[in-house]
């Protein structure tokens, strides 16, 4: 075998573990097992939340927040980037720290590259459009997660409805009908699961239900999630059922979410335009039309 076919085995093979070895890990880290044990070893006698808390009074005595007010950033102040970070599933001071720091070290690692590999007038060039890429990146990375965790929370809404008004009818009260939710929803929807925590931890600190619902619009920034409030506002004030509101909530969502995916299914045939257009057609081309331009040159060189 020559050296060239060696080689070319040889990177074949370091590709192929590599790639194997990143699917496995990322396979791992997703098993609904692996989360579930991940999930009950987090809910010990005090809580996952409740250690994050004293982690976070933790990180406030040894300066992180006064670290992050020390640092620029591009959301204006320290407060809403806090809050869009914890609209996204940070709440830790230090991750508010690293991700000011990101800002301002993310645009020098992007501009080196350019400097170094290319030359001329693209030097320059590259170099400006990697300054402009690593001051954008990480706000655009927490934006995707903040709709991700929104999207998540939207499809979850309707199931975590449906245990709430199980619970109520069950005979639980409101209080322990949102803790058996937030339990049974921490594997599949690990977003709202935390949310619903976050929120009985309110109420058990002393808030009012309807300002722990409130807060929990705040955060969340969604519209079911306001509808929701609002429902709950019109419940207790009128004295209502709220099993019954509850349920009606529950159907909205679920009809909302089977509105979004038939969106989305209808989107499909416009998206595929894109990879039929530059992936397929050209390889289709060249099988196609190849031999035939081949022919053509051959007949017309004679």
Not at 44 to 65: F, N, P, Y
Not at 184 to 194: I, N, R, T, W
């Amino acid at each position: 075998m020559t050296p060239t076919t060696l080689t070319l085995i040889a990177v074949f093979l370091a590709v192929t573990f590599t790639a194997t070895a990143v699917a496995w890990l990322i396979t791992s880290r997703s098993e609904p097992g692996r989360q579930r044990l991940k999930a009950l070893l987090d809910r010990e006698a005090t809580g996952g939340l409740v250690r994050k808390a004293a982690l976070l009074a933790e990180e406030e005595r040894h300066g992180a927040d006064r670290l992050v007010s020390k640092l620029p950033t591009s959301f204006g102040s320290v407060k809403r980037l806090r809050r869009e970070l914890a609209l996204a599933g940070f709440y830790s001071a230090t991750i508010a720290a690293w991700f000011s720091i990101s800002e301002l070290v993310g645009p020098v690692l992007f501009a080196i590259p350019p400097l170094v590999l290319l030359t001329g007038t693209y030097r320059w060039g590259g170099a400006a459009a990697g300054l402009v890429l690593g001051y954008l990146a990480p706000s655009m990375l927490l934006k995707r997660r903040c709709k991700r965790r929104q999207h998540e929370i939207e499809n979850g809404l309707a199931d975590a409805l449906d245990l709430l008004v199980l619970c109520l009818e069950a005979g639980s009260s409101l209080d322990q009908a949102i803790v058996k939710a937030g339990d049974e929803l921490g594997v599949s929807y690990p977003a709202l699961g935390e949310q619903l925590h976050i929120l009985i931890m309110e109420m058990r600190a002393g808030k009012t239900r309807l300002d722990a619902f409130q807060g929990l619009a705040e955060r969340t920034r969604l519209d079911d999630v306001r509808a929701l409030v609002s429902m709950l506002m019109q419940t207790d004030r009128f004295g209502t059922s709220v099993s019954q509101a509850l349920r009606t909530q529950a159907d909205t969502s679920r009809t909302k979410r089977r509105q979004r995916a038939e969106e989305r299914a209808q989107k499909v045939g416009v998206k595929l335009v894109f990879p039929l257009v530059f992936c397929l057609f050209p390889a289709l081309y060249v099988v196609l039309l190849g031999p035939a331009y081949l022919t053509f040159v051959k007949i017309l060189s004679q």
